[in-house]
């Protein structure tokens, strides 16, 4: 494979994505108490310190060993894989697009790594506006797939009104 600046920010988008979100979990973990909340700004945003067993909001928690192996470990990877193998080689792709997958990647990464080396995910971001609407507990990693996935909608409508 050719390395291309293109393929080069591709990297550095996910490895700074892993380390972004690697590097604020210690940190929850090291300075954040298990299970406290601490007001940011207010009881508008909270740091915490949960950690996930499952995924999106916990799901999957309750599945047996064999089933999340599978389910939170193998699978991710694999689909990762084939996300990354999709974008080098999709040249077709606009910068606003690599840098959406490469965000999703790197996401997905980091969190999949959470759950190999520690069985679960630090979660530890919390945003309140009223009772009603506000987040589920979530990580850079969640943040960074989240972002990734807005900004692919955008670039599907926007490419769609081009058209």
Not at 90 to 109: E, H, Q, R, T, V
Not at 124 to 143: H, K, S, W
Not at 149 to 160: D, E, Q
Request: aromatic content about 10%; charged content about 20%; glycine content about 8%.
């Amino acid at each position: 494979m050719k390395i291309t600046r293109r393929t080069v920010f591709i990297f550095i988008t996910i490895i700074l994505t892993i380390a972004a979100d690697q590097i604020s979990k210690v940190l929850v973990r090291l300075y954040v108490e298990k299970g406290s909340s601490s007001p940011i700004i207010g009881d508008f945003f909270q740091l915490m310190n949960v950690e996930n067993e499952g995924a999106f909001l916990g799901m999957g928690s309750e599945l047996n060993d064999t089933l999340k192996l599978i389910l939170l470990l193998i699978l991710p990877v694999v689909v990762l894989g084939f996300v990354l193998r999709h974008v080098i080689k999709d040249k077709s792709l606009d910068n606003w697009s690599l840098f959406a997958f490469a965000s999703i990647i790197g996401g997905g990464i980091a969190n999949v790594y959470d759950r190999f080396a520690y069985g679960s995910v630090t979660d530890f971001l919390y945003i309140r506006i009223t009772d009603v609407l506000r987040t589920g507990i979530f990580n850079l990693a969640d943040l960074s797939v989240t972002t990734g996935m807005i900004i692919l909608v955008a670039m599907i409508f926007k490419n769609k009104k081009k058209a």
